[in-house]
Antibody, heavy 115, light 109 residues
Framework: QVQLQESGPGLVKPSQTLSLTCTVS??????????CGWVRQPAGKGLEWIGR???????TYNPSLITRVTISVDTSKNQFSLKLSSVTAADTAVYYC???????WGQGTLVTVSS | QAVVTQEPSLTVSPGGTVTLTCGSS?????????PYWFQQKPGQVPKTLIF???NKLSWTPARFSGSLLGGKAALTLSGAQPDDEADYYC?????????FGGGTKLTVL
């Protein structure tokens, strides 16, 4: 069974860069044809797609975040990462990592942007 | 940027059938949009129910099915159970850019 686990700081100061890593177990990113991506959910609101990267390289991003976001993958470590720069309070949310297809999700991690 | 539309809320009786839809502001939803459906209960992680229009995961109950219907992606629940009360989200791919719908709050009552 594939499992994903997010890790990273739960508190980030405004204007700084949010950095999260997703570690995959129970499956190898180097042996499949997957998209690895990130989704976030502000408290009480819906899901927002942040972006994704193919295990073979090549990323696409939410147009509203494209100037601030970078997603990378390290198949040797079975990990992929999210960097979101110049954060504001509006970036406070639960951040989920996921792989598609077929759609495995991490447990989510709350990131709060506050000084 | 395209907008993905879902019914804000629906109600179904226990044992009843309901269809949730996922439409696109750009026109007809096709298999090329690779529709996904997710279920999220309060305080829980979203769970993928359907990928690529109609494919189920090992944990997807048989009472859920995905299809294309009337120019939209559709999630049909046949034989609703109280445990199916949740928020349901779809997402569509637009040349690799994924967009979520606003979600449907399904009440089983």
């Amino acid at each position: 069974q594939v499992q994903l686990q997010e890790s990273g700081p739960g508190l980030v100061k405004p204007s700084q860069t949010l950095s999260l890593t997703c570690t995959v177990s129970g499956g190898s990113l180097s042996s499949g044809n997957y998209f690895c991506g990130w989704v976030r959910q502000p408290a009480g609101k819906g899901l927002e797609w942040i972006g994704r990267i193919h295990t073979g390289g090549g990323a696409t991003y939410n147009p509203s975040l494209i100037t601030r976001v970078t997603i990378s993958v390290d198949t040797s470590k079975n990990q992929f990462s999210l960097k979101l720069s110049s954060v504001t309070a509006a970036d406070t949310a639960v951040y989920y990592c996921a792989t598609w297809p077929p759609g495995y999700w991490g447990q989510g991690t709350l990131v709060t942007v506050s000084s | 940027q395209a907008v993905v539309t879902q019914e804000p809320s629906l109600t179904v009786s226990p044992g009843g059938t309901v269809t949730l839809t996922c439409g696109s502001s750009t026109g007809t939803v096709t298999s090329g949009h690779y529709p996904y459906w997710f279920q999220q209960k309060p305080g829980q992680v979203p769970k993928t129910l359907i990928f690529d229009t109609s494919n189920k995961l090992s944990w997807t109950p048989a009472r859920f099915s995905g299809s294309l219907l009337g120019g939209k992606a559709a999630l049909t629940l046949s034989g609703a159970q109280p445990d199916d009360e949740a928020d349901y989200y779809c997402f569509l791919s637009y040349s690799g850019v994924m967009i979520f719908g606003g979600g449907t709050k399904l009440t089983v009552l």
